[in-house]
């Protein structure tokens, strides 16, 4: 069988068992599910198991989400399409590739700059034209194009950095993990002009958010 139609088979079952077999209901995120070519996102090593119900090394100690919590997640924000949207924590642009498909466009921000230009070849190799990687401290956000109609941040924070709620639109939605080392819930934050509503939904382990409004190099091993 041709490698590629092999691929699309797993994408099928990944979305069949590991997604409509949860809660995962918005049919546009699930055909972008389907359509992202995740085996593309992940390294070479690890590309038998890129369709698996887990998490992935990348390099910079940083991982690939489980396609479950990037379809919840993306869920979570509630998109139609017309969207500005701001990704925190580019890693291997596999959650950035998937929202450029429900949203009008994406900026995403990674601290790594290795781990942005990787990123960066595997958007350009898929020729998507509506996402724009940034190289810098996430925790700051990216106020040059603020305000932003959603927030989606793919690392752990002890809080919710305030430079995230202060670029987010009126009506917008923000999700995060918010927690320490050992776990996380994520949090769905929804602005009505300047208050916010909030709730905790589902527990999640997430890599640190590290910078000037989140976790620091020195202390998130002993939390």
């Known amino acids: 069988m041709d490698k590629e139609v092999n691929y699309q088979s797993e994408r099928q079952r990944m979305v069949d068992e590991?997604?409509?077999?949860?809660?995962?209901?918005?049919?546009?995120?699930?055909?972008?599910?389907?359509?992202?070519?995740?085996?593309?996102?992940?390294?070479?090593?690890?590309?038998?198991?890129?369709?698996?119900d887990c998490p992935l090394p990348i390099g910079q100690n940083q991982t690939i989400s489980q396609p479950y919590i990037v379809a919840l997640m993306t869920q979570m924000l509630a998109l139609a399409g017309q969207e500005s949207v701001l990704?925190?924590?580019?890693?291997?642009?596999?959650?950035?590739?998937?929202?450029?498909?429900?949203?009008?466009?994406v900026h995403t921000v990674e601290r790594h700059e290795n781990l942005a230009k990787q990123a960066l070849k595997s958007?350009?190799?898929?020729?998507?034209?509506?996402?724009?990687?940034?190289?810098?401290?996430?925790?700051?956000?990216?106020?040059?194009?603020?305000?932003?109609?959603a927030i989606l941040t793919t690392a752990a924070a002890p809080k919710v950095p305030q430079p995230l709620l202060d670029q987010l639109a009126d009506g917008g939605r923000l999700v995060i993990p918010v927690g320490g080392r050992i776990g996380q819930y994520?949090?769905?934050?929804?602005?009505?002009?300047?208050?916010?509503r909030h709730k905790q939904t589902v527990a999640?382990?997430?890599?640190?958010?590290?910078?000037?409004?989140?976790?620091?190099d020195d202390t998130w091993d002993w939390l």
């Open 87 to 105: 990704e925190i924590g580019t890693g291997s642009g596999y959650q950035a590739a998937v929202l450029s498909l429900v949203a009008r466009e």
């Open 186 to 196: 994520l949090e769905s934050w929804h602005r009505e002009g300047k208050d916010f």
């Open 123 to 149: 958007i350009n190799k898929l020729d998507i034209k509506n996402i724009t990687v940034h190289v810098g401290d996430g925790t700051r956000g990216w106020p040059e194009n603020a305000p932003y109609d």
């Open 18 to 52: 590991q997604l409509l077999s949860r809660d995962i209901t918005d049919k546009r995120v699930l055909d972008a599910m389907r359509k992202v070519p995740r085996h593309l996102f992940v390294p070479e090593e690890h590309r038998h198991l890129a369709y698996s």
């Open 204 to 216: 999640v382990a997430f890599v640190p958010l590290l910078g000037e409004y989140g976790w620091k």
